[in-house]
């Protein structure tokens, strides 16, 4: 395991975790995303009843119906009703919005740079999206679960202790040694935060341990395989985000343990150089479809 991680117990930095999402007040796992998320994911889902649901919060409505006029669905007349959207967006797509919304309320007034955080959040888990439609399909809406959500604890610790808007621009970036500096900060870190955030929220246990470990360049301390790759995708994306201007293609791993990192990914998903500087043109297709 990388040195950083060395220093403090995992269950430590859970626990205190815990103890930093209970001070912190922020809400769990919204009711009405609960319920439309369970319909939605039923074998044969009741659009009847998920469409009542969705109705029941017309600022969700509305916000689902605004984006399927943007430039990405590109619907000249709009859309009206659920059935519109249904077929415009699909179930899956709306789950996601939905999901971002839920997120973006939560979290919205408890900012360091409110903004600046949404709008890497929405990359992110638009480019990890992307990167696992090419790499790993089954996993697809997993991986822009995990991009959303991998970062909350950012905002999370910047509101129990105002010192740590001095971290925030190290731990929106793959940077193995910030999970040391936030440990000597307040005895815990965003990612393992960021763990206990995403249970509260029911999200799947795989991407919660992605979550957990997503600075951690490691992959024998996972027994999940589908861990391993969700965690590939995201420190991919990470890394293709940051170093996106570069046209050098080792500038994508500056130090040892990016590198490292950047090395099992490769291999994992079978990725040559040259395969991974034309990744650049998926980043730039996740920037234009920030909505």
């Not at 959040?121 to 480019?127: N, P, Q």
Request: aromatic residues 10%; hydrophobic residues 40%.
């Amino acid at each position: 395991m990388h040195a950083s991680f060395f220093s403090f117990a995992n269950s430590e930095r859970v626990s205190q975790a815990e103890s930093v999402i209970e001070a912190s007040g922020f809400p769990s796992h919204p009711k009405i995303l609960f319920a439309i998320n369970s319909h939605i994911d039923k074998g044969e889902p009741d659009f009847d009843q998920i469409e009542d649901l969705i109705k029941q919060d017309y600022s969700l409505f509305t916000r689902l119906l605004k984006i399927a006029e943007s430039p990405r669905f590109a619907i000249r007349n709009g859309c009206t009703s659920f059935s519109e959207l249904l077929e415009t967006m699909g179930i899956d797509t709306i789950k996601r919005f939905i999901t971002e919304t839920a997120l973006e309320r939560t979290l919205r007034g408890h900012e360091y740079d409110f903004n600046r955080f949404w709008y890497h959040s929405l990359t992110i888990s638009s480019l990890c999206h992307k990167l696992s439609k090419r790499y790993c399909p089954h996993l697809s809406n997993k991986a822009y679960t995990l991009g959303l959500f991998h970062d909350v604890g950012v905002i999370v610790l910047s509101k129990i202790n105002p010192t740590y808007v001095e971290f925030v621009e190290k731990a929106l970036v793959f940077d193995s040694n910030i999970t040391a500096k936030e440990i000597a900060l307040v005895e815990t870190d965003h990612s393992a935060v960021g763990k206990v955030f995403s249970q509260e929220w029911a999200l799947s246990p795989t991407v919660s341990e992605a979550i957990e470990f997503h600075h951690n360049p490691d992959y024998s301390i996972h027994k999940s395989e589908e861990t391993k790759f969700l965690k590939g995708i995201l420190q991919l994306a990470e890394l293709l985000y940051s170093f996106m201007s570069s046209r050098d293609i080792l500038s994508l791993a500056p130090d040892e343990a990016s590198q490292s990192a950047l090395s099992y990914i490769q291999s994992m998903f079978e990725i040559g150089n040259t395969e991974l500087k034309e990744l650049n043109k998926v980043v730039h297709e996740a920037l234009s479809d920030i909505v």
